[in-house]
T-cell receptor, first 112, second 114 residues
Framework: DAKTTQPTSMDCAEGRAANLPCNHS???????VYWYRQIHSQGPQYIIH???NNETNEMASLIITEDRKSSTLILPHATLRDTAVYYC?????????????FGTGTRLQVFP | DVKVTQSSRYLVKRTGEKVFLECVQD?????MFWYRQDPGLGLRLIYF???????EKGDIPEGYSVSREKKERFSLILESASTNQTSMYLC?????????????FGNGTRLTVT
């Protein structure tokens, strides 16, 4: 199973862009990159996912390198409510193996 | 919005008790999952189900069983609770089986076994 590597923690000033990196050098061609976040005492919240093209939604942007070995989640204007643990996950999808493999994530602290 | 509801936020049980953790989703999702979350270990998959009465073992199924009698409900059962099963338990559901769709999580049940 492909695994991901993320920094343990990051800081970001409120209003600035938060760029969260993720390495997934063993990713296979049919595996998606997913991002989730978990705010204290809540369940993980889905943010965005992609296969090989860059993606954007109302929460964030996802930039995937051409070789697909790494990606970056971008929160364009971080707020205090974005303080959370962010998980980069490679989705192993198949008929009987559809599951998420979570790592330990990046703890993002947004400060005033 | 998808809603995944776990019946209890906090639960305290004694060693040897049989424990039921209930999860209900309201979006007609085919797939349902049970994870546990422990400090330093992240989320680990216990069991999952693609359909009613169907179940598959995840990475750490030992000491657990599951039941899916109805599409919207997925129960996790600890046959004889032990202290090493003290953890945060998270239920999730998703729509599609072949085309990966996002998992939607409940807010978790924090189980303490004494």
């Amino acid at each position: 199973d492909a695994k991901t590597t993320q920094p343990t923690s990051m800081d970001c000033a409120e209003g600035r862009a938060a760029n969260l990196p993720c390495n997934h050098s063993t990713i296979s061609g049919n595996e998606y990159v997913y991002w989730y976040r978990q705010i204290h005492s809540q369940g993980p919240q889905y943010i965005i996912h992609g296969l090989k093209n860059n993606e954007t939604n109302e929460m964030a942007s996802l930039i995937i390198t051409e070789d697909r070995k790494s990606s970056t989640l971008i929160l364009p204007h971080a707020t205090l409510r974005d303080t959370a643990v962010y998980y980069c996950i490679v989705r192993v999808a198949g008929r009987n193996t559809d599951k998420l493999i979570f790592g330990t994530g990046t703890r993002l602290q947004v400060f005033p | 919005d998808v809603k995944v509801t776990q019946s209890s936020r906090y639960l305290v049980k004694r060693t040897g008790e049989k424990v039921f953790l209930e999860c209900v989703q309201d979006m007609d999702h085919e797939n349902m999952f049970w994870y546990r979350q422990d400090p330093g270990l992240g989320l680990r998959l216990i069991y999952f189900s693609y359909d009613v009465k169907m179940k598959e073992k995840g990475d750490i199924p030992e000491g657990y069983s599951v039941s899916r009698e109805k599409k919207e409900r997925f129960s996790l059962i600890l046959e004889s609770a032990s202290t090493n099963q003290t953890s945060m338990y998270l239920c999730a559901s998703s729509l599609a089986r072949v085309i990966p769709s996002p998992l939607h999580f409940g807010n978790g049940t924090r189980l303490t076994v004494t």
